[in-house]
């Protein structure tokens, strides 16, 4: 894979469509968990009340092949985003220090998540300090 310095990640329970970028070029890699899950969600009244977590397999794979980014957007429709964020906070600081933005997206294409980044990227480089 050639090294692209941004990235972007689409996770859910059940997925995670990782795509490295530059601005005439990608690359995607999906990553899926061991045991994806049937239901998330216990149902109204159940025992637990809650939804189930993702697995700590599933997200150490999506961050070692986040591993050659330099700046990452997360993104998702559901809870799995801020999962693998509290992931990265507990067992990979450094590449939690290389999230740029957690975004809520719904699905999407991969050809639409690839726009989406690269406008998410140009909008977050206007709004850093630049260095001159």
């Known amino acids: 894979m050639t090294a692209h310095y941004h990235a972007v990640v689409w996770i859910d329970h059940h997925e995670a469509r990782i795509i490295h970028f530059s601005a005439d070029a990608s690359e995607e890699t999906i990553v899926h968990p061991a045991h994806p899950p049937r239901h998330l969600h216990h149902t109204v009244g159940s025992a637990a009340g809650t939804h189930l977590a993702g697995e700590p397999e599933f997200y150490r794979r999506v961050a070692s092949a986040l591993a050659e980014a330099q700046e990452i957007l997360v993104a998702g429709p559901s809870t799995a985003k801020t999962e693998f964020v509290k992931y990265l906070h507990r067992h990979a600081p450094p590449l939690l220090d290389r999230v740029v933005g957690v975004e ?24 850093r300090s630049q260095r001159g």
Do not use: G, Y
């Open 104 to 127: 809520t997206v719904a699905p999407v294409t991969d050809h639409r998540l690839l726009a989406e980044a690269r406008d998410f990227f140009i909008k977050a480089d206007r709004m």
